[in-house]
């Protein structure tokens, strides 16, 4: 019963004395892990993945004419930038949101990117 205790106070103090982001960012790897989805990290140019995480920013673009939308997704591995062409809004996509994405990891300038992924918004952060 004292070990079971032990490990709770330990815990417990982890919790309180760590870095928030840090701690968020091991929370959503696990949530994605247990999930069966794939770790950004992992991912490299040409993987068909399904990933789930959170959108740490969203901002519409629209240079010259051509509207997208583009958000900055994080699953507490890595970032990957994923972009709708054709968009100049999506209802539910805002910062903080939780969602799970499908798609083929592509290079931008060096940067993961997935072009015009299925997505399916989660409950909220």
Not at 14 to 30: K, P, Q
Not at 91 to 119: A, C, F, Q
Request: hydrophobic share 35%; glycine share 10%.
């Amino acid at each position: 019963m004292a070990s079971a205790a032990s490990g709770y106070f330990s815990r417990l103090r982890r919790r309180l004395t760590e870095d928030i982001d840090r701690l968020d960012a091991e929370e959503m790897a696990e949530s994605a892990d247990a999930s069966g989805a794939h770790r950004a990290a992992d991912c490299c140019r040409g993987d068909e993945v399904t990933m789930l995480g959170r959108l740490r920013s969203v901002a519409a673009c629209s240079k010259s004419g051509d509207a997208a939308v583009q958000a900055e997704f994080y699953d507490g591995t890595d970032s990957v930038t994923l972009v709708w062409i054709g968009r100049r809004r999506i209802p539910g996509l805002e910062p903080g949101r939780n969602v799970l994405v499908r798609g083929r990891v592509g290079d931008r300038d060096g940067s993961k990117v997935i072009y015009n992924p299925y997505y399916e918004l989660r409950e909220r952060a």
